[in-house]
C-alpha cells in the first residue's frame, strides 16, 4: 500500500525525521487556512498523487507542473486552484493521468545540495539494505547504471537493527563531516525505525538536502507498505486513499483475491503467483497480451470464482479469459463446479479456456465436457495460451 508525500511526512516527523513544515487541502476554502500555519516567505504548492514525476508533468487542461515555487501565498492559492480536481500526466501515470484531490502546501527550503535516501528490502539476503547518493533529485535507476561509485549501501541485520557505525558510513559517503554527520545518522536512526516498525516495503527520500545553514532535511517522501502486515497497523490503514486504486483492484481485495489490472486484452484466473505469472508470460509468448494478474489462492470456493469472474468483466478490454488451476489443496472437480456456476452466473459471452491439472483432474474434465456451456478444454499451459490468443485473435 502506497500513501500519499503528506502523509508519509507526518510518519518521518512522528519518528523524529526533520521535514519542512507543511499542510494539506482537499478543497479551495481550505487553502487559507492551511497556508495560515505556515511561516512567513515563499511555498511550495505539490498536487498529492501516487505516481512519481510530478514536477515534470502536465495537466490535461494544459498547465505544465505538478509541483510548483509561489513566491506569496495569493500565488499559492492561484496554483493549487489550478492542481485541485485537475488531472495529472506524467511519465509514471500512463496517458490517462490522475486526478488530482489533495494539494499540500509546505514551506520552501533552501538547497545546497541534494542527495538521495531509501531503504528497501533486499531480496537476494532477506534484509533492509540502505541505499545512499550523492546524486539526488534524479532516478537512482540512472545513478546506479552510469555511476555506481556514487552510491553507498548498508545491509541491516534484522536481529540487530541499524548500527551507529553503518549509519555514520552512510553519512561520510555522503560526504558530510561534524554536525552534519550527527544529523544524518539520528535522521537515518528515524527512517529505519519507521521501516521496520511499520513493516514498510519503502521508505524514499529524493531529495534529501543540506541548507547553506548546515541543516539536513527529508524534502521529499515516499512510503510504502507490505499489504501482508496492515492487519498490525490500523493507523496506516487509515491512511488508505481508496481514490488512488483500481476500483477493481478495491473489489478484489475485499474477497481476498490478488487482483492487479493490465492493459492487455486476455484476463487470467490462477491460483499461485508463481503459476499466474508464467500463464502471463506463456500468454506473450503466444503473441497474445494479458489484461490482469489475478491469484485466486489454493482455497478458493465458488463464491469467489463468481467475484472473479465479476471482476474480470467489469474491463472493457477483456476479449477472452483464460483459466489455469492445478488442483492442490483445491480439487479439480470442485473448482470445474465453481467455474460452470459462476460461468452461468455472470452470463459469461466471451470464450473461456479452462486447464485443469491435479487431484481429481479427470472428474472436473468430464464436469466442463458435459455442461452446456461454450467452455474449451486444454491439456497443458501451453495449449491453453495457444487456444485462448486464436479465439481472441478471431474475434
Request: proline share 4%; glycine share 10%; aromatic share 6%.
Amino acid at each position: 500500500m502506497n500513501i500519499h508525500e503528506y502523509q508519509a511526512k507526518e510518519l518521518f516527523a512522528r519518528f523524529g525525521v526533520p521535514v519542512p513544515a507543511g499542510c494539506d487541502a482537499t478543497k479551495e476554502a481550505d487553502f487559507g487556512p492551511a497556508l495560515e500555519k505556515l511561516p512567513e516567505g515563499a511555498i511550495v504548492v505539490k498536487s498529492q498523487i501516487h505516481a512519481g514525476g510530478r514536477g515534470k508533468g502536465t495537466f490535461t487542461d494544459g498547465f505544465k507542473g505538478g509541483v510548483k515555487l509561489a513566491k506569496t501565498r495569493e500565488e499559492a492559492v492561484e496554483y493549487g486552484r489550478r492542481m485541485l480536481g485537475n488531472t495529472l500526466v506524467t511519465h509514471q501515470t500512463g496517458p490517462e493521468g490522475r486526478k488530482v484531490q489533495t494539494i499540500y502546501f509546505c514551506e520552501a527550503s533552501d538547497i545546497e545540495k541534494e542527495y538521495y535516501l531509501a531503504i528497501v528490502m533486499d531480496r537476494a539476503t532477506s534484509r533492509p539494505v540502505i541505499i545512499a547518493s550523492t546524486e539526488g533529485g534524479v532516478d537512482i535507476e540512472k545513478v546506479a547504471e552510469e555511476s555506481p561509485e556514487k552510491i553507498t549501501r548498508a545491509v541491516i541485520d534484522p536481529t540487530l537493527g541499524l548500527r551507529p557505525y553503518q549509519a555514520r558510513n552512510i553519512a561520510f559517503g555522503l560526504g558530510f563531516r561534524g554536525e552534519q554527520v550527527k544529523q544524518t545518522v539520528k535522521l537515518l536512526d528515524g527512517l529505519y525505525r519507521l521501516f521496520w516498525e511499520k513493516d514498510a516495503s519503502l521508505v524514499e527520500v529524493n531529495p534529501l538536502i543540506t541548507t547553506p545553514a548546515g541543516d539536513v532535511l527529508a524534502l521529499d517522501a515516499k512510503v510504502g507498505f507490505d499489504d501482508n502486515a496492515l492487519f498490525r497497523h490500523p493507523d496506516i490503514v487509515a491512511y488508505r486513499d481508496l481514490n488512488e486504486e483500481d476500483p477493481k483492484e478495491i473489489e478484489a481485495s475485499k474477497a481476498s483475491l490478488n487482483y492487479i489490472a493490465l492493459d492487455g486484452n486476455i484476463a487470467c484466473m490462477v491460483n499461485g503467483a508463481g503459476l499466474a505469472m508464467a500463464t502471463m508470460d506463456i500468454i506473450k509468448h503466444y503473441g497474445g497480451s494479458p489484461a490482469n494478474f489475478l491469484d485466486v489462492g489454493g482455497g478458493a470456493n465458488a463464491e469467489q470464482v463468481t467475484q472473479a469472474f465479476n471482476i474480470i468483466l467489469k474491463d472493457e478490454n477483456v476479449k477472452g479469459i483464460l483459466v489455469n488451476i492445478f488442483g492442490g489443496i483445491m480439487k479439480c472437480d470442485v473448482i470445474a463446479t465453481g467455474i460452470l456456476e459462476a460461468a452461468k452466473a455472470v452470463h459469461l459471452d466471451r470464450p473461456l479456456v479452462v486447464r485443469l491439472e491435479g487431484t481429481n483432474v479427470e472428474e472436473g474434465k468430464k464436469l466442463l465436457e458435459q455442461s452446456d456451456l461454450k467452455i474449451v478444454s486444454a491439456d497443458t499451459l501451453a495449449d491453453a495460451a495457444r487456444k485462448i490468443v486464436e479465439l481472441v485473435s478471431d474475434k
